[in-house]
């Protein structure tokens, strides 16, 4: 008897017409082997109030992009895909199936805004060291140290060709893995516990008074601000430009504003990179306003369900590139995918450091 794999995507005339079960029951027969974590809570970090900004944000490489629907019209039962498609519901505009029509796609570009991180040296900076002590108290940190410099699209690439959001695993020939909290700790040593990151139940600032506090602009350049980029978003060179020349000799009140501004910069250009590359969400300086705060906060867990979304988007056979932290899913591929990918390691690597920093230095932002 021929031997089907799960996963495959070969159909048999001489297998038995055996119902597959759902998905509902799939997860309630976990085996105790089994450490594939549920992905749901996960999730349900994002802000419920901006989960549907990504599919408004544009692609502007490209304009396919901007109005992708994963969950497409259902798939039906065919010569290739899902033995049973009451799972992998999407599959029809999976880049899979493309693929098994013998129709290959390019490489994604990759959203990595690292060179843009680096425009802002702070830490080259001896005459600035309050704003540092704010920046190394944030648990962020490591982010900086972290970032490779440039995404390996390849691996990315080959990688989102085998991502189903249905269920937020990586198909592989031996079963499904993810990226879990435990791997965002350990690779990018970021906090995965604490609050959530979204808005407070009683937060009354609107995006203007956000600004215009805790970053201490004026009401003109919040204004521009919020004209030019739909009242949610503010540029990332804005920032560097208004915020980057902060030192000692100034007050305590600004050096404040400028340590928020850096945060904000360093989350778009890492944690929560969008398609655009060009700016950031004014959301997340809700989380910023009390800076002793910034360290209690579930960032791991914002920018994995953050990546989840991307790799979702990135999985359609139409898009040809993908936003989020490129630097974690690559990691996450050198830590678990030995002899699939080699890359270099770095022989200065202590283990006390993310993992990320494993990997040889001249891939890295900071030397």
């Not at 600032?205 to 030019?228: C, M, P, S």
């Not at 929560?272 to 791991?300: E, H, M, P």
């Not at 359609?316 to 030995?338: C, D, F, N, P």
Request: aromatic share 10%.
């Amino acid at each position: 008897m021929k031997r089907i794999r799960r996963g495959t995507t070969e159909a048999s005339s001489s297998r038995p017409n055996r119902q597959r079960p759902t998905a509902s029951v799939r997860r309630q027969r976990t085996a105790p082997q089994d450490h594939i974590e549920d992905t749901t809570e996960v999730e349900d970090v994002v802000p419920t109030d901006y989960s549907n900004v990504d599919a408004e944000v544009e692609d502007v490489a490209t304009a396919q992009d901007s109005n992708v629907e994963v969950h497409a019209e259902p798939t039906e039962p065919s010569r290739v895909g899902p033995i049973d498609p009451s799972l992998l519901t999407s599959f029809k505009t999976h880049i899979a199936a493309t693929i098994w029509n013998n129709q290959e796609r390019e490489p994604l570009r990759c959203m990595s805004k690292t060179s843009t991180l680096r425009e802002w040296n702070w830490w080259g900076n001896p005459n600035n060291g309050i704003f540092k002590g704010y920046i190394q108290r944030s648990g962020l940190e490591h982010l900086i140290r972290c970032s490779y410099r440039n995404a390996d699209k390849i691996v990315v690439s080959t990688f989102v060709e085998r991502w189903h959001p249905e269920t937020n695993t990586f198909h592989m020939p031996f079963g499904e893995m993810t990226i879990t909290l435990d791997d965002v700790s350990s690779i990018l040593g970021i906090p995965v516990s604490g609050a959530a990151v979204a808005p407070l139940g009683d937060d009354d600032d609107t995006n203007f008074e956000l600004l215009v506090k805790y970053l201490g602009v004026t009401d003109e350049e919040a204004t521009e601000q919020l004209h030019e980029y739909s009242d949610e978003y503010v540029s990332l060179s804005w920032l560097r430009a208004r915020f980057s020349n902060v030192s000692y000799t100034d007050s305590e009140e600004y050096i404040m504003y400028s340590a928020r501004a850096y945060l904000l910069y360093l989350l778009g250009c890492t944690l929560f990179v969008d398609k655009t590359g060009t700016r950031v969400q004014i959301v997340y300086l809700r989380l910023l306003r009390n800076l002793d705060n910034v360290a209690g906060y579930s960032w791991g867990s914002g920018c994995l369900a953050w990546l989840y979304r991307q790799l979702g988007q990135a999985s359609r056979s139409k898009v040809k590139q993908i936003a989020g932290y490129m630097t974690l899913l690559e990691a996450w591929v050198y830590e678990h995918m030995h002899g699939v990918v080699v890359p270099d390691h770095d022989l200065d690597y202590l283990e006390v450091q993310p993992r990320a920093l494993r990997w040889s230095s001249t891939s890295l932002l900071v030397q």
